[in-house]
């Protein structure tokens, strides 16, 4: 069958032009595009083919119409929507991503959902002339919940993916300012607009809203969030176009909403005229039966029927008496003209209405089609002339934009990009006294200017240049050696002043220490009894066990614990922890009986305090005799000592003896693993090495975090080198201060937490020793490596 446009064709063709006009040209574009606006290109394919579906439904009157309307224009519809929705995330910039992501999983689940619901349901629909849209659609009033869900589908899946968007776009608004925020809100007005149609939708369906009115808000607000949408996305700095695009772009969105505001009162001037031309023709059958004619003239009409007495007064189609049940069982219209379709086919669809006449009830009904007909040859002069105006924009184009606005643009653009190339010597013709025109004139202004300005800038540069470079050098050369002469003058005062004010309290320190020590030797003259030997006999024997696994560490202790209860210890809780701290988990059998008297369990807390006071007077006389060293490895930080005191050294011991000074005041979970393989000996100052280690080790407890601490101490042998790696879990290095680690005075501690001299003499007692100190650091793991030479080597 011919195609029969109706008064909504043109909106849609005219819309499947702009739509597939900027499908083409995005497309052709789409490598200069940015991933934002790359998604343009869905949501314009599925408009196009919505705007086709709608223009084939409008243009057809035939039922196979009805499989176009739920095969393509439904989910084109929703595929748009999904799309628009990834398009409005990505507008400006990509604000919420795992939104965005979640978003698009849910979007395409639903609509794939209901694209499936509305499809099954289609079958289970009759096909039938819909009178309000005025082609085939499936029956949309069926009493079936599943089959009444499955054609809200479409439309409620659309409200909640636009509604989500909304909601996205609301946030952004919120979140942009200026250029961004006016066109993210221009964004936010386009989707509500789509919101609307597809709530009105559903309120369609549910015969809460008239047909005719959604149609029109359809097909007039399309026009307009087009009309947005294109104005928006000429804004966009990320669209990749011409002052000439823009121009024709704009030209055409303006033309075509201003022919579809005139199509609309023309179409409305019309139907109302057509209204009345049936209205006139009613008028007359009913004058003329009122005066007694039996047979009617008649104009438009094709089957004049006496409803009452079941005769026909009129009869042009052949139609029969049993069809005169479909008219009696018809809804009856006495005040205007209803669609009404008496048989499948399209001919068989007719303006019906009724009338009284001499008291009988008539019925009259003119065809449909010679009304599509009709409409058909406005419909295509006004196609005929958007078609026209649009071919005369194209024409009129080099005229009216490219000679005044367009080429004195191309031509300024040229002389910019010239200019920011070097050539100073471009000028720019002006051809117009226009804005264009005064701004050509003050960039032949400005270059000249800037010609004349680069022109004295060089030659003072020139001057200038040699001079400063040997300044620059002179002041390098000053600026490093009173660098070096400041920081060593610091560092003799600084330790000049330690050293005075350190000593002293170092000296009473260590008298007290020999005050503690001979008070405890004083008491080893008495005579000792049995309890005296076998609790000095325990405390030996378990003090240089090795610790049990922390696994049954915890058993042991509450085992301890109620050990030391069940002998009625004042503190059985304190007393294991004491224990446990110097290794003694168990008592052995041998050694309960100890604690079976009050006086053995005396005197065994007697010599355990004694002993806990002798290993932390050890622990207080080594540290004070290592500030004493550190003082003095201060004071000669600039000086190495000679060579031929140097000693042969094991440097396991080193390591060991740095391990048990600072056992204590390790941070608690923190694990030292501590490997050896080989004895390696070298010659060297054990007391400087020392302190190697301790500024080592202590740097990395530092490091470490609180919880789930780890320091990995490795020492091998290899054929003329000693290799020491330490290595910890802490947070790392930054790499813009890693190169700087070694330089005396630097330091990333608070102010009056470090002096910055640390790695620095770590770095020279190595270099002395003949060695080499690197660091490797990363998120997680900090690894020094030293390698000294071997004695042997």
């Known amino acids: 069958m011919a195609p029969l446009l ?271 031309e049936m209205s006139r023709e009613k008028h007359s059958i009913k004058t003329q039966l009122e005066l007694g004619s039996i047979y009617p003239f008649v104009y438009l009409s094709d089957l004049v029927v006496d409803v009452q007495d079941d005769s026909f007064r009129i009869n042009k189609i052949d139609f029969t008496k049993t069809n005169l049940l479909q008219i009696k069982n018809r809804p009856l219209t006495f005040e205007h003209f209803n669609l009404s379709s008496f048989s499948e086919d399209p001919s068989g669809i007719y303006w019906t209405s009724d009338f009284y006449a001499k008291n009988h009830h008539f019925f009259v009904a003119i065809p449909y089609i010679e009304y599509r007909t009709t409409v058909h040859q406005t419909v295509v002069w006004l196609i005929v002339t958007l078609l026209f105006s649009l071919f005369t924009i194209f024409m009129l184009y080099p005229v009216l934009h490219k000679t005044s606005i367009v080429y004195p643009l191309t031509r300024l653009l040229a002389g910019i990009r010239k200019m920011q190339a070097g050539d100073l010597f471009v000028t720019v013709k002006v051809s117009s006294r226009d804005e264009i025109g005064e701004l050509s004139n003050s960039f032949n202004e400005m270059i000249s200017i800037v010609r004349d300005a680069r022109h004295q800038l060089e030659q003072k540069i020139e001057e200038r240049t040699e001079s400063l470079n040997q300044t620059i050098l002179e002041l390098k050369e000053t600026q490093e050696q009173l660098l070096q002469a400041e920081r060593m003058s610091t560092l003799g005062k600084i330790a000049a002043s330690v050293a005075h004010e350190i000593n002293n309290p170092l000296a009473a320190i260590k008298g007290s220490i020999q005050f503690i020590k001979e008070g405890q030797s004083f008491g080893e003259n008495i005579t000792k009894t049995d309890n005296d030997h076998l609790a000095e006999k325990f405390i030996t024997e378990f003090k240089n066990q090795k610790r049990s696994e922390v696994t049954s560490r915890f058993k042991r202790k509450k085992e301890l614990i109620a050990f030391f209860k069940s002998k009625s210890i004042p503190d059985p809780i304190s007393l294991a922890d004491t224990c446990f701290d110097f290794k003694m988990e168990v008592v052995p059998e041998e050694f309960q009986k100890l604690f079976d008297t009050e006086e053995g369990r005396f005197i065994f807390q007697s010599k355990l305090n004694d002993f806990v006071i002798g290993f932390h007077l050890g622990i207080i006389e080594t540290a004070v005799e290592r500030a004493s060293k550190i003082v003095f490895a201060l004071k000669h930080h600039s000086y190495s000592g000679p060579k031929e005191s140097q000693k042969l050294l094991s440097l396991k011991e080193g390591i060991d003896s740095v391990l048990s000074m600072y056992s204590t005041s390790w941070k608690q979970n923190i694990e030292i693993d501590w490997k050896v393989e080989g004895d390696p000996v070298i010659l060297g100052h054990a007391d400087e090495l020392v302190q190697v280690w301790t500024n080592l080790i202590y740097n990395s407890i530092q490091a470490c975090p609180k919880d789930g601490g780890k320091i990995r101490i490795f020492l091998k042998e290899e054929q003329t080198e000693a290799v020491i790696t330490i290595e910890d879990n802490g947070k790392g290095i930054s790499p813009d201060i890693l190169p700087r680690i070694f330089e005396p005075f630097f330091t990333t501690k608070e102010l009056g937490m470090g002096t910055g001299l640390g790695l620095s003499i770590v770095q020279k007692i190595i270099q002395n020793h003949n060695g080499n100190i690197q660091v490797e650091s990363l998120p997680g793991k900090t690894l020094f490596s030293i390698r000294i030479p071997l004695a042997k080597s």
């Open 6 to 276: 109706n008064l909504y064709s043109f909106f849609y063709f005219g819309l499947c032009l702009v739509s597939g006009i900027a499908f083409s040209y995005f497309l052709s574009r789409k490598e200069d595009l940015t991933p934002t606006f790359r998604g343009l290109l869905v949501p314009l394919a599925c408009l196009f083919f919505w705007s086709v579906a709608w223009s084939i439904c409008n243009s057809y009157v035939a039922p196979w119409t009805a499989y176009v309307f739920v095969f393509l224009k439904n989910p084109a519809i929703l595929i748009m929507g999904v799309s628009a929705s990834q398009l409005a995330f990505g507008f400006q910039e990509n604000s919420f991503p795992r939104w965005k992501d979640w978003s698009l999983r849910i979007h395409i689940f639903l609509a794939t959902l209901a694209i499936l619901a509305n499809g099954t349901g289609f079958f289970f629909r009759e096909i039938l002339f819909d009178p309000k849209m005025e082609f085939y659609v499936p029956n949309q009033h069926v009493s079936s919940p599943i089959i009444q869900l499955s054609i809200l589908s479409i439309a409620g899946v659309l409200c909640l993916i636009l509604g989500n968007t909304i909601v996205a776009l609301i946030a952004k608004y919120f979140r942009f300012e200026g250029s961004k925020k006016r066109n993210t809100g221009g964004f936010l007005l386009a989707i509500f607009g789509i919101l609307s149609l597809a709530f009105a939708d559903i309120l369609v369906d549910l015969n809460y809203f008239s047909k005719p009115t959604f149609l029109f808000l359809l097909t007039n607000l399309t026009i307009i969030i087009m009309t947005i949408l294109v104005l928006v996305s000429l804004n966009q700095e990320t669209i990749p176009s011409t002052v000439g695009f823009k121009i024709m772009t704009f030209n055409l969105t303006v033309l075509y909403l201003i022919l579809s505001i005139v199509a609309n009162f023309l179409f409305n001037r019309f139907r109302a005229d057509f209204q009345n």
